[in-house]
């Protein structure tokens, strides 16, 4: 079965640089997600989109915004990166027409290194 | 949202059953509980979800007593490679909702 996939998988930028991970979800999945997992610690929610609005904001900084795209794909900007921003960055999808539970599944991750 | 209680961590070795106990004691009436595995580096794994009583799929049982103020997740014969944090959260999965993690359970499966 298709996943979400994510790219890139590997990024390593240097402090004050941009960077744009991009996630594409499961076919005919509405709904995205964005979280980022620091070393050793727990996933945590960024923000949410569905049907191309945004639908929740969590824990993300200013420097960092998000869309997605006519074709349900998202894509997360980040800019004047600092070395704390340096995590696993996870995008998750799920469908609301699937029912009342909304599974979230989840892509392998970018792993963003700023130097 | 609830806030969710688990252990730290925990061992057993290749073929036992474990089992992982969370406690919501301020589980909403419309939320359900659901468990995500991660192994290190990948992303969160949906393992199962339920609302009330016992839910039992390919991969493991959830078991939900009248209350619901915890659940235990339960896996049959372990074995190393479901050696992996077992995050339990809570929440109203009707339509969009992020996910809380909190601190999850570190599991370690011996030989």
């Known amino acids: 079965a298709a996943g979400v996939i994510q790219s890139p998988r590997h990024l390593i930028k240097e402090k004050r640089e941009t960077a744009t991970l991009k996630c594409y979800p499961i076919p005919r999945h509405d709904t995205v997600y964005w979280y980022q997992q620091g070393p050793g610690q727990d996933p945590q929610f960024l923000i949410s989109f569905y049907e191309k609005m945004q639908s929740d904001k969590g824990s993300i900084p200013d420097r960092f915004s998000a869309q997605q795209f006519s074709d349900y794909h998202s894509e997360l900007n980040m800019s004047s990166l600092e070395l704390g921003d340096s995590a696993l960055y996870f995008c998750?999808?799920?469908?609301?027409?699937?029912?009342?539970?909304?599974?979230?599944?989840f892509g392998p991750g970018t792993r963003l290194t700023v130097l | 949202l609830a806030k969710t209680t688990q252990p730290i961590s925990m061992d057993s070795y290749e073929g036992q059953e474990v089992n992982i106990t969370c406690s919501h004691n301020n589980i909403a009436t419309n939320d359900y509980i659901t468990w995500y595995q991660q192994f290190p580096s990948q992303g969160p794994r949906f393992i199962i979800q339920g609302y009330k009583t016992k839910v039992t799929n390919e991969v493991a049982s959830l078991f939900i007593p009248a209350d619901r103020k915890s659940s235990t997740l339960s896996l049959p014969r372990v074995s190393l490679s479901d050696t992996a944090v077992y995050y339990c959260l809570v929440g109203f999965s009707g339509g969009y909702n992020k996910l809380i993690f909190g601190a999850g359970t570190r599991l370690a499966v011996h030989p």
């Open positions: 998750a999808s799920s469908s609301r027409g699937a029912g009342v539970t909304d599974t979230q599944y």
